[in-house]
Every structure is written in C-alpha cells, then in structure tokens.
DNA sequence: CCCAACTACATGGCGTGTCATCTACCTCCA
DNA sequence: TGGAGGTAGATGACACGCCATGTAGTTGGG
C-alpha cells in the first residue's frame, strides 16, 4: 500500500521493507496504476460515464441480443455479484439499460442494454480506446508491451497460487 | 477501462480497438494490478486497517515527529486535499491520528500520529511488507523487477506530458 | 407432494473517493 | 488600516465497493 520507507518497524526474519531497487520497481508499478487509471475515469466521467459503466456496456455490446444474465455478466467481468447489483440498480436509473424477468427462471434476470446504453458506448468508446493508446500503448514499444505482458501474468500466476 | 472486445464501435482515423498483442497486454496490466491490490487491502482490512490508513500512518511515521501540516501530508502522497481531510476525519474518530491546531497559521493544523496509530502501523507493516514481496517481489527476478520499472515510468513520463 | 437446502438477486450499512462549495484566516497593498 | 483576494481545511451530496443478510423462487430426496 504504502510508497514511503517504514524506518521504525523492523521484523527478525526479514528485510523491514524492500531493497531500494525493489522499492523502486514497486512504486513505480503503483503510481503508473493510479496516474493512469485516475486519467481514464475522470476522462471517461467527462462524457457522462463512469469506468464502471464502460465495462458494464461493454460487456452487454458484446452479446448478440445485447443482454445477459445477472451471473453471467458477473462473470464475464469478474465482479462480485452485490456490487453488480448495485452498479445495475444506478444504471437504471439512469436509462442505460433495463431489467428483463426471465421466464425459464422466476429468480433470474437478464440485464439488456437500452437504446440509449448503446448511444453512450458508442459515444465514449472511440474517445476512450483512443485515450489508452496515447497513454499506454504508445509509450511502449511492441515488444516492451509483449514484455509487460509477459511480467503481468507472472505475477498474477503467483497471485492465484498463493492468496490463502 | 474495459478488457473486452468492442465489435460494434469503429472510428475513421484508427483501429477501433486494440490489436490482439495490445489487448492481451493491456488487459494484462490491468488486471494483474487490480488483483493485486484487491488482495492487498483485504489482507490488511484483516487488521483492521484500510490501505488508505496505512499510508497515512506510514507518512507520519517518517516524520521526525509523527506529524505534519495537511497540505504536507497530502503533497507526499499524492492525494487531493478533500480526500485528506475526510481520511482523517475517520481516522480520528477511530484514535489512530488527532488534529493538532497550529499557532503561525491559524487556518493551518497538523495531523499527528497517536500511540494508538503507530501501536497499529507496526503491528500491520511487517505482514503487509511480506505480503507485497510474497505477491510481486517474489514473482520476478531482479533484472524483471527493473525491466518493470523501467517501463512503468516510460508511461509514467508519457502521462505527465499528454494529461490534458 | 412437500419441505429443506440451495440458488439468484436485492438491500442496508459502512468506509471510501470526487466535485463543488463553504468558512475562517491570512496577506498585501491602496 | 481596511478590504480584496488568496489559502487551509471542512463539509455535503453523490457514486462506488464490500460484507452480511434478506427474500423470492427452484430442486431434490423421502
């Protein structure tokens, strides 16, 4: 979490933080995270949409009908499904997509992109792809992107091997 | 902001999306570092800190005397001023930090750590900064560890010269 | 057929983050 | 010296995310 050297707390079994070089690589993956990601919501809020929304109607445009069930969106996108439901009950108000009950399943529900849901990707998304090529992409050569591809799933292999 | 193919959005000027190596680097990215923070801040809620705690403490911490001026402290680690002020606002109520009036500067006020905070802040540090290296350090080598920081900061500068 | 266990989604509470706005105080110059 | 304008921080409204729990509807074994 934190960038900042921990100067007063020291462990018997360990480095207290990490090696200088290791700090920098850690911070330095952090910050350009943030700064980044920071960057593309507030751009995206600019056009009336948050990230949430972008990823929500992504998803929805993705689909042949333009809708899905409430699991399998969660799915897809890989979000808990209460924070789902949260995200989709605001989405509705706001007109972006609507609730279908679904016959087969008295319980279930599918979430259908409106007319207006598709008028606001379809809006933002050039904007937006064009925003991650001039932050991220281009700053990265072809092979120093496949690189950082390469370095990202490394870690995110240590990452489902380990998490207790 | 979304890992997911757009079909049904083209642009004139440019590829509407991202070319497959792109993508796969791109989602990658994202990813890894969502999963990785995730994972972070459940861990250390575990201990009854926030991430946001946690680097609020840690910046008190590397003060010669636990404290320091809002502005200051908002500088160091890059938040905006409001988000400080709710942070501790919190933080307060829960006995980790107190509001320390300042007599130069009668608009001014510090926020200073208690023993309560910094008791917290070394009871949480050395798991966390184990975490960090079981997570990410651990994952790469050294010579990984600097290629990543290398490139993180390319698009780092990269962020500082296009943000508008 | 019936009810217990399970499933799909909803909801409330709380901590968090942003933006816009407010208040108190300070500075500096006419 | 007395405002005008700037600065330090607080606050309210709202969106977001997580956790725990609630509520229908469904299913399967007896």
Redesign the interface.
């Known amino acids: ?11 018997n079994d ?5 090696s200088p ?2 700090q ?3 911070r ?6 943030q ?3 920071a ?3 507030r751009d ?1 809020k600019a056009r009336k949409l948050s ?1 949430a929304d ?2 929500i109607l ?2 929805l ?2 689909t042949s009908d333009g809708r899905q069930r409430f699991q399998d969106l969660a799915n ?3 979000w808990e499904q209460s924070r789902l439901s949260h995200q989709i009950a605001r989405m509705i108000k706001r007109g972006l997509v609507a609730r279908d009950e679904c016959t087969e399943d008295g319980r279930g529900a599918f979430v259908a992109i409106t007319p207006a849901g598709r008028k606001a ?2 809006a933002a ?2 904007h ?3 925003m ?9 050569s ?1 092979d ?6 390469r ?9 489902d091997n ?2 207790p």
């Open positions: 979490m934190s960038s900042v050297q921990v100067n007063s707390v020291r462990m360990a480095p207290a933080w990490l070089a290791e920098h690589a850690w330095a993956f952090i910050r350009l995270h700064k980044l990601w960057t593309l919501e995206l990230g972008f990823q992504v998803a445009t993705d897809t996108i890989e990707i379809e998304a050039p937006h792809v064009a991650v090529r001039r932050l991220f992409i281009d700053a990265l072809p120093e992107l496949d690189t950082l591809a370095l990202s799933n490394r870690v995110l292999e240590q990452l380990v998490p």
